[in-house]
Nanobody, 124 residues
């Protein structure tokens, strides 16, 4: 069982930066692949970024070069550094955990555990 708690969301102007954090409970955090997803009003939840237990990463094309996912297996936290933010990045951002640790997947259905989400609003 893993419990996830996101933080770091807020209101920022276009071009600005935010750093999201996701704190995970459980002693086996290092054995999970972790992902970030987002959901804007009226839209489906979409993949943003993922990181495997070994640190391999994957990004959605819409955020590649602007967002960076990282993890710290000592303090059980995964991060999403978001730079050059755009109004279209406005959404609720969720972190998620996949117990198939060697997999790096973009499918929300592959992730068993989810946080409650944190709102990110980018003003133009």
């Amino acid at each position: 069982q893993v419990q996830l708690a996101e933080s770091g969301g807020g209101l920022v102007q276009a071009g600005g930066s935010l750093r999201l954090s996701c704190a995970a409970s459980g002693r086996t955090f290092s054995m999970y692949s972790m992902g970030w997803f987002r959901q804007a009003p009226g839209k489906e939840r979409e993949f943003v970024a993922a990181i495997s237990w070994r640190g391999n990463t994957a990004y959605a094309d819409s955020v590649k070069g602007r967002f960076t996912i990282s993890r710290n297996n000592v303090n059980n936290t995964v991060y999403l550094q978001m730079d050059s933010l755009k109004p279209e990045d406005t959404a609720v951002y969720y972190c998620a955990a996949d117990s198939t640790y060697f997999r790096l997947t973009r499918s929300p259905a592959s992730y068993e555990y989810w946080g409650q989400g944190t709102q990110v609003t980018v003003s133009s």
